[in-house]
């Protein structure tokens, strides 16, 4: 189903392999010898063994061809890998690569290439571009910061777009001499499936969900409202009141704003009676009442002696 001529096959190997063939590289024949060059940079070396190749792994398992090493990959490069999310949620790695271009009188140039084995097609290359550094090594501009990933058969939404970001807050390339070259992914903007797992209420009232995946999200607002004449207001019970005529309709707003008060999240509200005062002053209740009580048996046991004397 891949072709029948040497062109195809050739065109096959290539897509198989990752080759950018727009950029360098490619597959090619010489003199009956098939060719495959790699794009530039050492993090490209392509490395294959004799039984990569077979004519038909069922029928006439073997190696038809004899591959043999010709150069070494060079070229100052790196390559690190880095997580993407298509629509569903499903996890896609992607490979970057970036290696050494050409330099100039304006600075170096760089050129980057973004593989996967999740892209859903023949060449597992999605795209390639240019970084720009100038005379002192800082990063200037990059190329071709937007690419596809197919995504058919997966149930996903296809293509699925991924935009790499050269330039954000907590990005730091240079291209500097002398250095090993390294790279890595940051952070992103997308995630894996996640349930709410815990909330949090700040002290504006702004409700925020903890999800399993470890991203927080603001769910709602907690409001408040304050009154013209607090004392208008009617008792409901259970701790609650209801807006009347005498106290005037809600001035409904954030916590902390408008003269309302701030909230406390994962705080309960403890006693405002003060516990040492209200011991006190049951201890004196209860002295009283003994006293009181032993006036009144007294006064009761004078009028008996006194009614038992009269008879």
């Known amino acids: 189903t891949f072709g029948t001529t040497l062109g195809e ?8 392999l990752g080759i950018a063939t727009e950029v360098s590289g490619g597959v090619s024949v010489d003199d009956g010898v098939i060719q495959i060059e790699g794009n530039a940079g050492t993090a490209n070396h392509l490395r294959l063994r004799d039984v990569d190749m077979r004519i038909n792994a069922h029928e006439a398992p073997g190696a038809p061809f004899v591959i043999t090493e010709q150069a070494e990959a060079v070229g100052e490069s790196t390559r690190t890998s880095f997580a993407a999310f298509d629509s569903l949620g499903n996890e896609m790695t992607l490979d970057l690569t970036i290696a050494f271009d050409s330099r100039d009188d304006l600075g170096t140039t760089w050129r980057y290439h973004v593989q996967s084995d999740d892209h859903q097609a023949l060449s597992r290359h999605m795209g390639s571009g240019v970084m720009r550094f100038n005379n002192h090594g800082a990063f200037v501009s990059a190329t071709e910061e937007a690419f596809s990933v197919e995504r058919g058969g997966t ?6 777009t991924i935009n790499l970001n050269f330039t954000g807050a907590n990005q730091n390339l240079s291209a500097l001499a002398g250095t090993t070259s390294e790279v890595a992914s940051i952070d992103r903007d997308g995630s894996a499936l996640g349930t709410l797992t815990d909330f949090d209420i700040a002290q504006d009232g702004m409700i925020s969900g903890i999800f399993s995946n470890g991203l927080r999200r603001d769910l709602g607002q907690v409001a408040t409202a ?3 004449n607090n004392q208008g207001l009617e008792e409901a019970g259970g701790n609650l009141y209801r807006a009347t005529a005498n106290s005037g309709p809600a001035g409904i707003s954030n916590p902390g704003t408008g003269g309302t008060g701030r909230l406390i999240g994962r705080a309960l509200e ?6 040492a005062h209200e011991f006190i002053d049951m201890v004196r209740a209860t002295t009283g009442f003994s006293a009181n009580s032993r006036v009144l048996t007294t006064s009761d046991r004078l009028l008996q002696e006194l009614m038992n004397i009269g008879r």
């Open 9 to 16: 096959l050739m065109q096959f190997m290539s897509d198989a």
């Open 270 to 275: 403890m006693s405002n009676v003060d516990l």
């Open 155 to 160: 149930g996903a939404l296809t293509p699925q």
């Open 226 to 228: 304050t009154f013209t």
